[in-house]
């Protein structure tokens, strides 16, 4: 079954930098696109990063300039580095896969499956 499993969140003081990674499994990778999401608490879960499998990307308003979102094919990978991490960026955070056609949409609904996620906290 599809499995995807996020790692490199962690604790970090602000102006630093994470990469996240999500490695996915039991489906053909090219064949869906990608995304990166976050929550926070009492927040709704919002979208950051999407790609498609030909690597077109969009971002969300709140992280362009500061986070990249890139993928390697061959390892069944996606990756989002995130550079200039300010405390707003705390949150947990989901990589999400999707099939059909690529729009370029952050909205969870346009997703099908889901890691589990991973934490990202930074202080000031």
């Known amino acids: 079954q599809v499995q995807l499993v996020e790692s490199g969140g962690g604790s970090v003081q602000a102006g630093g930098s994470l990469r996240l990674s999500c490695a996915a499994s039991g489906y053909t990778y090219r064949s869906y696109y990608m995304g990166w999401f976050r929550q926070a608490p ?38 989002l580095q995130m550079n200039s991490l300010k405390p707003e960026d705390t949150a947990m955070y989901y990589c999400a896969a999707g099939y059909g056609l690529w729009v370029g949409s952050l909205a969870p609904n346009d997703y099908n499956y889901w890691g589990q996620g991973t934490q990202v906290t930074v202080s000031s």
């Open 42 to 79: 009492g927040k709704e879960r919002e979208g950051v990063a999407t790609i498609d499998s030909s690597g077109s990307t969009t971002y969300a308003d709140s992280v362009k300039g500061r986070f990249t979102i890139s993928q390697d094919n061959a390892k069944n990978t996606l990756y």
